[in-house]
C-alpha cells in the first residue's frame, strides 16, 4: 500500500526538557520548509548538501530572527523513514526554541503531526509492516533488557519473517490447487489429499508454536503479570511495597484495608514483573470490599503467575487450603509464608503440592525476598534464542488464533470428505488472519488504533 498525500507534517520528536530537541517534518515540502528556517554556517542552501548528511548552521524563527545555534538533515523519499521527504532539526532542548521553531514550521505551511503519524505514513508507505510498527512503540515503552531486545528484533522483522513462512506455505498450497483447476491441460502434478493434510499439519503446527509465545512475549514488552493474594492482614500490601523499596501502598493492622487492586512493576529474578496488590479474600458484608475482592479474583485468573501470602504467626486453617488451591488453578503460584519474624503457628491442614515452592520471607524486614527471587526466576525460565519472534499483544494472539483455528477447520473438513474448493475457503480465511498480523489486509479502524498508542513525533 502507498500514501498519496499533500500534507506536511511536523512535530517535537524528543521529550522535553532535555539536552537535545529535535523538530521532525515528513511530507512533500518537508525539506522546503526547512531550508526556509534553516541558514548554513558555510552560507550554501540546504538542498545543495547531500541528503542525510548533518550540516551545521542557525535556526530562525518566523520572524527570521537567529533563535539557536544547531544542525540539520534531510532525506529524500523514498529512501527515508516514512518513505517522503523528511527533515529533521536538532537544536538544543529549550522549550521555547522548539516552541517559536515548530511555531515557524506550521507559519510555513506545516500542520501539528497526530500521534503515530510519522510511523504511521511509514506503514502505509511499505516502509514498515505492522508488526514492525507496533514494536517501534513497544520500544520506546520497554522496561526492561530483554523487552529491548525483543522490541528491536521484531523491528527488524524476526516476527514477520516467522509469519510470512507460514503465510507463503499456505500460498503455495492455494496456488497449485487453483492450478490444477484452472489449467488442466497443463502438466501440473495431480494435488493429493495427503499433501494438503500435510500442508495443513505443518501450518497448525507453527501456527500453535506462534500462539504459545503470547504470554512471554507479552510479559517481556509490559510485565508478567502477578497477583499478590491470599487473606486479610496477611501482609500483601507490604510485600509489595518491600519489593518496591518504597510506601506504595497503605499499610495498617486493620484487616481489609486494601480494597482495589494496586499495580506496580519490579524486576524479580530477573523477570519484569507486573505486580499487582489485591484485597484480602474472604466474604464481607460490606459491598466495597466485596467488590475489592471480587476484582481480587479476576486478577487471579488474569495472573501468569501468583504469590499466595499466608501469614505464619496464626494457624494455617482449610479456608486457607482452599484458597490456596484455588490460586493453583489459575496460574502458577509460589507459596508465601510471610511474618517470619514473628512466632510461627501449626499449620496442621497443610497438604501441598510437591512441585509447589514455597518461601519464607518477612515483609518488615526484607529477610527472605532473595529466596522469594529465585523462586520466581525457577518458574519463569527465560531465553534470548526466539528474540523478535514472539507475539507481544492481544491483537497479534488473536490474529494467530483465528489463523489456527480456520486451518484447523480446513483440515477437519478435507478429512471428513468436503471437496478441496470448499476446504481452500478457510484456508483463504487463515491467510486474511495472517495478513492482519503484518498489515497485508487489516482494517483501517484496527490500524487506527494501533497508532493511537504512539506519541507525538514518533
Known amino acids: 500500500m502507498s500514501l498519496h498525500t499533500t500534507q506536511t507534517i511536523a512535530a517535537v520528536a524528543t521529550g522535553l526538557p532535555g539536552a537535545i530537541g529535535i523538530l521532525r517534518l515528513s511530507g512533500p515540502n518537508a525539506v522546503s520548509i526547512a531550508a526556509q528556517l534553516f541558514r548554513a554556517a558555510d552560507g550554501l542552501p540546504l538542498e545543495t548538501h547531500p541528503p542525510r548528511s548533518m550540516v551545521y548552521g542557525s535556526l530562525l524563527d518566523s ?29 538544543h532542548g529549550s522549550p521555547l526554541v522548539l516552541q517559536l521553531g515548530l511555531e515557524a514550521l506550521f507559519h510555513l505551511g506545516a500542520r501539528q503531526a497526530l500521534p503515530g503519524e ?42 514477520s519473517r516467522r509469519v510470512d513462512g507460514i503465510y507463503s506455505g499456505l500460498v503455495d ?27 495443513m499439519r505443518w501450518a497448525q503446527e507453527e501456527l500453535t508454536a506462534l500462539l504459545s509465545t503470547h504470554r512471554r512475549g507479552e510479559s517481556l514488552v509490559g510485565g508478567l503479570p502477578c497477583a499478590i493474594t491470599g487473606k ?48 484480602g479474600l474472604r466474604d464481607s458484608a460490606d459491598p466495597i470490599e466485596r467488590m475489592g475482592v471480587e476484582r481480587s479474583r479476576t486478577a487471579m485468573e488474569q495472573a501468569a503467575l501468583i504469590l499466595f501470602l499466608c501469614d505464619q504467626s496464626v494457624p494455617f486453617t482449610q479456608e486457607d487450603a482452599r484458597l490456596l488451591e484455588q490460586a493453583t488453578t489459575c496460574a502458577p503460584t509460589i507459596l508465601v509464608w510471610n511474618k517470619t519474624d514473628l512466632p510461627s503457628a501449626p499449620t496442621p491442614f ?12 518477612s515483609a518488615k524486614t526484607g529477610q527472605g525476598l532473595d529466596a522469594l527471587e529465585q523462586a520466581v526466576a525457577s518458574l519463569v525460565p527465560h531465553s534470548d534464542t526466539d528474540s523478535g519472534a514472539l507475539l507481544t499483544n492481544a491483537r497479534q494472539a488473536d490474529a494467530a488464533r483465528r489463523a489456527l483455528e480456520s486451518v484447523s477447520l480446513a483440515r477437519q473438513s478435507l478429512q471428513a470428505g468436503y471437496t478441496p474448493d470448499a476446504v481452500l475457503v478457510d484456508i483463504e480465511n487463515a491467510l486474511s488472519a495472517l495478513g492482519e498480523l503484518t498489515g497485508r489486509s487489516v482494517r483501517e479502524d484496527i490500524t487506527a488504533r494501533i497508532f493511537e498508542r504512539f506519541c507525538v513525533g514518533k
Request: glycine share 8%.
Open 63 to 91: 520572524q527570521g530572527k537567529v533563535i539557536d545555534r544547531m544542525v540539520c538533515t534531510y532525506s529524500r523519499g523514498p529512501a527515508s523513514y516514512t518513505g517522503e521527504d523528511t527533515a529533521e532539526l536538532q537544536c
Open 118 to 159: 510519522f510511523t504511521k505514513r511509514a506503514f502505509l508507505n511499505g516502509r514498515l509492516d505492522l508488526a514492525q510498527a507496533e514494536a517501534v512503540v513497544d520500544l520506546i515503552d520497554a522496561q526492561s533488557r530483554e523487552g529491548v531486545y525483543q522490541s528491536a528484533g521484531q523491528l527488524a522483522g524476526a516476527l
Open 173 to 199: 498450497l492455494m496456488a497449485h490447487f487453483h492450478a490444477v483447476l484452472d489449467y488442466p491441460d497443463e502438466d501440473i502434478d495431480p494435488f493429493k489429499e495427503e499433501q494438503m493434510v500435510q500442508s
Open 232 to 279: 486479610p492482614n496477611a501482609g500483601k500490601s507490604s510485600l509489595l511495597n518491600a519489593l518496591l523499596g518504597y510506601d506504595r501502598a497503605i499499610v495498617t493492622d486493620i484487616p481489609g484495608t486494601t480494597r482495589d487492586t494496586v499495580e506496580e512493576r519490579v524486576r524479580l529474578g530477573g523477570v519484569l514483573l507486573r505486580l499487582i496488590d489485591t484485597a
Open 350 to 361: 497443610l497438604h501441598l503440592p510437591e512441585d509447589m515452592p514455597v518461601v519464607e520471607v
